[in-house]
């Protein structure tokens, strides 16, 4: 996610952000208000990543009071201005990220201006942006779209079960998962395994072992040591979640500067449970 107006005054906090165009199957999610600055700046970014995604969910307060992020969904009319305007400048995939709605349930008015507009898929977190993430996320009021495009349901689905569910409640193409998958990346795995099967397992201590270190080792290349150890002590209360003691070993591991350190103060605390 990165905003616009960083993006085009050539912010070097917003170019860190991008991932590498190399990368396979990764979206640049744009934020702003204004449709024209969104459209520039979609313009360059379409040149190098064959997907662009508009934010328009966000609640966070910095973000919304500027009218980016969920802030888009206050007004509808500049809504529709700011799809169309993108849609003429993306040249590759083009969706959208959004909510039901500012601070009520508007997503038929919404998901019809997406559609109208020529948007390509669209994902939604079934809470409004007035909600943030309080209350629960109401799956079924997706039931009522046609879904004349690929549309996703986002919010609450944290197991392979909430996954099935989500899907069954609002007649969607797809998932889409976050929290859940905070230090627990095989969960996409497992949802799969279960929706074609109808069951999953759950990883051994070896398979956990080994997500961390290929995870650890990924931000490394990515980010250089320093940050990639601040970095993962975000995942590890996901990846050590409803293990015995694990609070006093987070705790612990967040004392901890060396990579080397880390890796094997992770392999003792899994051997030892
Ligand atoms: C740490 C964190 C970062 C997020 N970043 C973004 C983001 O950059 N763009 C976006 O559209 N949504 C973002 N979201 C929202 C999620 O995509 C998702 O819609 C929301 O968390 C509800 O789903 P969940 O219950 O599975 O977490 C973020 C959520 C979390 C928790």
């Given amino acids: 996610m990165v905003s616009a ?3 085009l005054m050539n912010s070097e906090k917003t170019r860190e952000l991008l991932p590498s165009p190399e990368e396979k199957n990764v979206a640049v999610q744009i934020f702003g208000s204004d449709p024209e600055e969104l459209s520039r700046a979609a313009d360059v970014l379409s040149d190098e990543y064959p997907w662009i995604d508009l934010n328009a969910g966000c609640p966070v307060r910095k973000v919304v009071k500027k009218g980016a992020g969920g802030g888009l969904l206050r007004d509808l009319d500049l809504f529709r201005a700011v799809v169309k305007e993108l849609r003429k400048h993306v040249k590759g995939k083009f969706t959208v990220k959004t909510r039901l709605g500012w601070n009520e349930n508007q997503i038929s008015k919404i998901y019809e201006i997406l559609v109208e507009e020529g948007v390509d898929e669209v994902f939604i977190h079934t809470r409004t942006v007035a909600q ?3 209350g629960k996320a109401d799956w ?3 039931s009522v779209l046609d879904k004349k495009i690929p549309t996703f349901v986002s919010g609450d689905i944290f197991s392979p079960e909430d996954a099935k569910r989500a899907l069954e409640e609002s007649g969607c193409h797809g998932v889409l998962v976050a929290r859940g998958a905070i230090g627990r990346p095989w969960l996409f795995k497992q949802i799969k395994d279960f929706l074609e099967r109808g069951k999953y397992s759950e990883p051994s201590t070896d398979e956990i072992l080994r997500s ?3 995870h650890l080792s990924l931000l490394v ?3 250089g040591e320093e940050k990639a150890i ?4 975000k995942f590890v209360a996901g990846y050590t979640k409803n293990l015995k003691g694990a609070r006093r070993f987070r705790d612990e591991m967040m004392k901890i500067k060396n990579l080397q350190t880390l890796k094997e103060m992770f392999y003792n605390f899994l051997r030892e449970v």
């Fill in 5 to 7: 107006k960083g993006f």
């Fill in 132 to 134: 943030a993430f309080t």
């Fill in 140 to 142: 079924k009021s997706l």
């Fill in 212 to 214: 961390f270190e290929m």
């Fill in 221 to 223: 290349e990515d980010k």
């Fill in 230 to 233: 601040k970095e993962i002590k």
